[in-house]
């Protein structure tokens, strides 16, 4: 098939999807994924995110009573419109409608639009009268998923008990429950087996391989909230402690700005990054204090040496499938203590945050030269201030920490709306290479916080009411040696994407990204490695458009230009339709994709998000050449019980063999399915 083909087939698509297509019942939520994960190029649980999201549209958001932190929960909200919602608030009294919003500051139709789902104002009820018990207040979901890769993978037929093989069967089986009482106790209870982990029998008597459970309270006096069981903290910009999802740069100009949610049940099935044990936010007037306290245990290798065992790596898959991720499961032990004080008053914000971490054995930071400055110890002390203020139109923010006995970091920046059309957001971010911090998740181009100093501007321009314009430019370097880079480096991440709105109908979206990074190479005349140039240029043309109440289309292409320097430049493409249906009564929901994908090789791959089973997230990578397709439907068998079916399928056209190692399918497709049921009451 060549590319003329692709662009039939998408104009084919396009004409004759009023007869084939509808529109999903989550269009908007999917919308904002979207936007937030423009950048993402990994798999990620999004279940963190797309859980609130539901939450919140079965209860929504309380105008006249909702604070920072509930509304930046919502993430597509800029810090600034926050800040002018509650000053309006606080000025003009409480709202009386939620289309009261359009007369905030920064508010243009688009995010009322995005918001309308989501909150509400509330009349005041005036008596207050008598509970109708607790059995009645309750809410109950219960959640349960099957799926697992129809093909034949050769790490389940090895019966050499002394090689690498997977133990379990390749099923994969996970459930979720929830409990609620008038958003004041919640509890979260999640159980899941990763293909290729034992379930029950000798390896695994207890079942699942993962358990996760949290109890959240509310309203308990002084105390703003109490959990009990698996929990999430996020401070500051995330240079000392960040649990669970955290977004980088992306297509959306907050994205570089993070709006920290304090305390809250840990409800992922990411089985990484969590902390276990007892919390909570005490109120004090203007003070919000949040001591907290965990013990977990995690998958690390351990190795001897010197008589002394030391561990060399901890994993964060949370997949536990061979005999040595078996061995290696629960064998580190980790305590956490620590306190977060919090002073806000009007437009300012100011935070304290302090964490003790401690582990069971030595961390050994290894051999290799660029590890010379990594964390190596049994013990680490983490402190951090960080700062928030709303000026005007302009919001200021950073946060400056250190680990203990060795370095410092800071990041600060700020996000100001110049023009009613025009906002601009800019930040600076000093990471020393000797900065050592087990939880945090900020901005950057390393995995870590340390080793990168760089310069951050973003513009977002309303040319009209429906185009928009977002660029931003990342300028960075390494003052020490990183990943795939032995010496220090440079690089730069350029982004510019126009935006076209149909108001309730659709969207066309025009994006270039530009990236300049360095990475080792060798050349034959020189025995040595040396830095070398690697660009990307990407392009993509994004269409969606809304045909009546019931069906819906979207088409995309996307094209990548990879060149390494003194290697030979590379390329890649990808287009694919998707289709949307709704029944009438929205009983029944449908989506499907067709895809064609030809790149030179993994250099040039190509991400993009795809529709699932509620709660589950897929970013398929697009590399070599072939198609993909996948189906999902959703039927609400009754009100109480609604069943989500999944399949997908890749197929290559010039392989014998897909995947590598224990996960090696012989032959050219790989395709798998998932089944879910989910129960309320």
Same mark, same amino acid.
């Given at each position: ?419 009613? *059309?025009? $906002?601009?957001? +800019?930040?600076? %971010?000093?990471?020393?290479? &000797? !900065?050592?911090?087990? @939880?945090? /998740? ?105 045909? *009546?109440? $019931?069906?819906? +289309?979207?088409? %995309?292409?996307?094209?990548? &230009? !990879?060149?390494?320097? @003194?290697? /030979? ?113």
């Amino acid at each position: 098939m060549n590319f003329k083909l692709c662009i039939g087939l998408l104009i084919f698509f396009s004409l004759f999807g009023n007869c084939v297509l509808a529109q999903q019942e989550e269009a908007l939520e999917e919308e904002i994924i979207e936007q937030l994960l423009s950048e993402i190029e990994e798999e990620i649980d999004l279940s963190e995110f797309t859980e609130r999201l539901r939450y919140f549209l079965r209860h929504p958001i309380d105008l006249n009573k909702t604070n920072e932190e509930e509304l930046g929960s919502l993430l597509f909200l800029l810090p600034n419109q926050i800040a002018n919602l509650l000053d309006y608030r606080a000025s003009s009294g409480n709202f009386i409608s939620v289309l009261e919003l359009q007369s905030v500051d920064g508010f243009d139709l688009q995010t009322v639009r995005k918001m309308m789902p989501f909150v509400t104002v509330k009349a005041d009820a005036g008596l207050n009268l008598p509970s109708s018990g607790i059995g009645k207040s309750t809410e109950h979901d219960l959640m349960v998923r099957y799926g697992r890769i129809i093909e034949s993978q050769a790490g389940y037929h090895i019966e050499d008990t002394t090689r690498s093989r997977y133990l379990g069967s390749p099923d994969r089986y996970s459930l979720r429950y929830r409990m609620n009482y008038k958003s004041k106790i919640q509890l979260a209870i999640n159980a899941e087996k990763d293909a290729g982990e034992p379930f029950f029998g000798e390896l695994q008597p207890y079942g699942f391989d993962y358990y996760s459970m949290s109890l959240q309270i509310k309203d308990l006096g002084k105390w703003n909230k109490v959990v009990v069981g698996d929990y999430a903290l996020q401070f500051g910009q995330g240079l000392v402690l960040w649990n669970g999802l955290s977004f980088g740069k992306g297509a959306w100009l907050g994205s570089a700005t993070k709006q920290a949610s304090g305390l809250k049940a840990y409800t992922s099935m990411n089985e990484f990054n969590f902390l276990r044990g007892l919390s909570g936010t005490l109120k004090l007037h203007n003070f919000e204090i949040t001591p907290f306290i965990s013990y977990n245990f995690l998958t690390g290798n351990i190795e001897e040496v010197d008589g002394q065992e030391i561990v060399s790596s901890i994993s964060s898959s949370g997949l536990h499938r061979t005999p040595s991720e078996l061995e290696n499961k629960n064998s580190v032990n980790q305590l956490v203590f620590g306190t977060d004080i919090t002073y806000r008053k009007k437009q300012l914000k100011l935070g304290f945050t302090a964490i003790n971490t401690q582990y069971s054995h030595l961390i050994s930071k290894g051999d290799e030269l660029r590890n010379e400055f990594s964390f190596e110890g049994k013990q680490l002390l983490n402190l951090g201030l960080n700062y928030q203020y709303s000026f005007k139109n302009t919001y200021f923010y950073g946060e400056t920490a250190h680990s203990w006995g060795s370095a410092f970091v800071s990041l600060n920046g700020l996000l100001t709306s110049l023009h009613p *059309n025009l $906002s601009v957001s +800019i930040q600076h %971010r000093y990471y020393e290479k &000797n !900065y050592h911090s087990i @939880f945090a /998740q900020a901005i950057g181009e390393n995995s870590d916080v340390s080793n990168e100093h760089g310069i951050y501007a973003g513009l977002l321009y309303k040319i009209l009411r429906k185009i928009e314009w977002v660029n931003y430019l990342d300028v960075y370097r390494f003052p020490w040696l990183s990943y795939l880079l032995d010496s220090p480096g440079s690089g730069l991440d350029y982004l510019s994407q126009m935006t076209y709105t149909w108001y309730k109908k659709g969207r066309l979206i025009l994006r270039y990204r530009h990236r300049l990074d360095q990475e080792n190479t060798s050349l034959d005349e020189r025995n040595e490695l040396i830095s070398a140039d690697l660009t990307r240029n990407q392009g993509r043309a994004d269409f969606q458009y809304e045909l *009546n109440d $019931s069906w819906k +289309i979207g088409s %995309r292409v996307e094209a990548v &230009n !990879y060149q390494k320097e @003194f290697e /030979q430049r590379e390329y890649g493409w990808m287009c694919y339709q998707d289709l949307f249906w709704t029944s009438p009564q929205k009983w029944i929901t449908a989506n499907m994709r067709i895809a064609y994908f030809d790149t030179d090789s993994y250099n040039a791959r190509i991400y993009a998000y795809e529709s699932d089973v509620l709660y589950a997230s897929s970013f398929p990578v697009y590399y070599m050449q072939g198609w993909r397709t996948y189906f999902n439907t959703k039927i609400k068998i009754t009100r109480k019980l609604d069943f989500w079916f999944r399949y997908s399928l890749t197929k290559y056209n010039d392989l014998e063999e897909v995947g590598s190692g224990l996960d090696l399918i012989a032959g050219n497709k790989k395709s798998d399915f998932r089944i879910q049921f989910k129960y309320q009451w």
